[in-house]
């Protein structure tokens, strides 16, 4: 398999173990990049991808923007607090608005619960969920699952025990991570 199931990533339980395999096979290849004097390859030229967040980010914000450029896609970055959603423009009228300008994938954060899900089933881009309130963060959970399968070297086959090291949210969506990946209950 060399492509996803899916064409939005929304959640962890859209996607299947062999998309979750893929993902992972791609990062280790990608982690090899970022260790190089030129840290940056032609894998999403010509793609324009917006970064759309209605609430307040740094670390989630500022890694999808650095990936994004380490792999030549073309980036925009819209806030809420800077735009006319102040004066009342709705979520489809706003990311519509930036779509209009040829944008190929949309990245969004957002406080509703399903918002990306929502998002997903109006527009033609695709979406990624870089997090919607207390409800999905898959990108969070990829990332937390990959550091386990590097540490440890595979997810999918250990017993678990989770110390209360996250907050209840990020807590969610490793336990729904770790059975994607096949881990015993």
């Known amino acids: 398999m060399s492509e996803l199931s899916v064409n939005h990533l929304l959640g962890i339980k859209y996607l299947q173990p062999e998309d979750i395999q893929l993902i992972f096979e791609t990062a280790d290849h990608f982690k090899e990049v970022i260790n190089r004097p030129i840290k940056k390859v032609p894998s ?3 793609i324009t991808i917006a970064n759309i967040f209605f609430e307040n980010s740094t670390r989630t914000k500022l890694s999808f923007e650095l990936a994004q450029k380490r792999l030549s896609a073309d980036v925009i970055s819209f806030s809420a607090a800077q735009s006319s959603v102040k004066k009342g423009e709705t979520l489809i009228d706003t990311v519509n608005n930036i ?3 040829k944008v190929d994938m949309v990245v969004m954060r957002h406080s509703s619960p399903g918002a990306a899900h929502f998002l997903s089933q109006k527009v033609k881009a695709s979406i990624i ?3 919607d309130g207390a409800h999905e963060h898959p990108t969070q959970a990829l990332l937390d699952s990959y550091s386990i399968r590097e540490r440890l070297g595979e997810v999918g086959g250990k017993k678990w025990s ?3 090291i996250y907050c209840i949210q990020e807590w969610h ?3 729904f991570m770790l059975c994607r990946c096949r881990a015993p209950k």
Do not use: K, T
Request: charged share 15%; net charge neutral.
């Open 162 to 164: 989770l110390w209360a």
């Open 44 to 46: 999403l030229r010509d």
């Open 99 to 101: 779509l209009s300008m």
């Open 129 to 131: 969920n870089a997090g």
């Open 173 to 175: 969506f490793l336990i």
